[in-house]
């Protein structure tokens, strides 16, 4: 049955029936009219509004520097011989390291910037079925959970392997789950979701609880304004209308079976990345529901300001010269790059691909140290997309540190575009090295 309320229509098609491969695409659940203005709710992201061809594409002035070893100068992958004094007549001369010698000089400079020249020249090797199946075992159970994540933080993923990848990644499917689990459980998921979604459906329908519909109506109405503008020049919602509105649906559901979490801008990007990825709007979002509630206190305003002080800690043990220019610029709480670790830099690539890729590096890896933040007196988790901040900032340095007015930042960071998935590597150079040893 289709019921009107107000010239808006809320189908009932079937969820379950679309998850069971047959390929066909959803009804409208929601069809209203779509309103663009811009006045949102919840966490408010600077200069993240504009629409994208007005965005202006800008490139480091300098090339990413690659992160240097310790132990070796950074003098190319054979380091180059040093001079000592000649004791027999102080006139220096060149030392004669043995070939074996230079060779174990070497080894471990190239091991360290292998996976840096990898990203920098798109080098990096193509997983292949034969690789992703060895992961399981007969009953499909995942048995190599570290090569799983090893192959997500260096390998290029091909887009059907990706899709179950994300699946396991974003903790829809149990790595301990065999075939037949899976099954089950896609159409169980299938069928709880149809259900919530009609719930909220006909609760607007009947008006049966006037302050629950009312809630549900504000969410839509502040979901609509985001929705036309989610990724519009990418294909899936240009050849395909159909898919805004399950965009839109489906963000609705999720707001409405998670009250204190809610509906806050950019959840619409995040979204879009896993039914964009994943191709199946069932598994793409419960996998989404996973990531939000797993980050959901970076999704309000303390949460978010909390890791924004972590990262102006960390830039200050960093680059102290840097931090000091953006306290400055009275930029030193780092809200000019709130819209970055909200949406894992998904606004500042220049293809959907490499945000993708960003985005499946950066939930690869599990933050296991924490940084004590004196001024504050406790310590935030440290996260990989911190150590990508710092790397960005440190990757424009000689421009930021020319700018003479805070407006100067803010107009940088809302035209930033990454040139190359250097800056990723970077930053998990640094990450790896602060689990290491520390500051």
Known sequence: AVVSTQSGHYGRASLQENNERTGEKPEALVEQPIDTQQDLEGVEMEHDLEPAEQCIDVVPTETMPIPEPRELPRTGFVPSLEYTPNPNNGVPHQSSPSFMDKVDRSIEFIRREFDTLKYTLGTRPVLTHEEWFNLFNADGQMLELEQFYHYLMNYEWPPELLQDGWKYLFEYYDTHSNHAERTLLDKNKSTELQNILENWASILEDKTDEDEAARIEKL??????????????????????????????????????????????????????????????????????????????????????????????????????????????????????????????????????????????????????????????????????????????????KEILSYTDQTDVYQWTGALKLADMSAICHAKQMYLQYEKEGF
């Open 220 to 397: 839509i109405y502040q979901i609509n304004k985001d929705v036309p503008r989610t990724d519009r020049d990418h294909q899936f919602y240009k050849t395909n209308q159909d898919n805004s509105d399950v965009l839109r649906d489906l963000l609705t559901t999720f707001a409405f079976s998670n009250p204190d979490v809610g509906y806050v801008q950019g959840m619409n990007e995040v979204l879009s990345l896993f039914l964009i990825t994943i191709e199946d709007k069932v598994a793409a979002y419960w996998a989404f529901s996973n990531y939000i509630l797993k980050n959901k206190l970076f999704f309000n305003s303390t949460g978010l300001m909390a890791k924004l002080n972590a990262i102006a800690e960390l830039l200050s043990q960093q680059d102290k010269e840097l931090y000091a220019k953006l306290h400055s610029l009275d930029c030193s709480n780092m809200l000019f790059c709130q819209r970055w670790v909200l949406l894992g830099f998904k606004r500042e690539c220049r293809t959907f691909d490499m945000a993708v890729k960003i985005f499946t590096i950066l939930n690869s890896v599990q933050p296991t140290h924490y940084l004590p933040l004196q001024d504050l007196g406790r310590c935030e988790l440290l996260s990989l997309d911190m150590f990508l901040v710092i790397a960005v900032l440190m990757s424009y340095r």
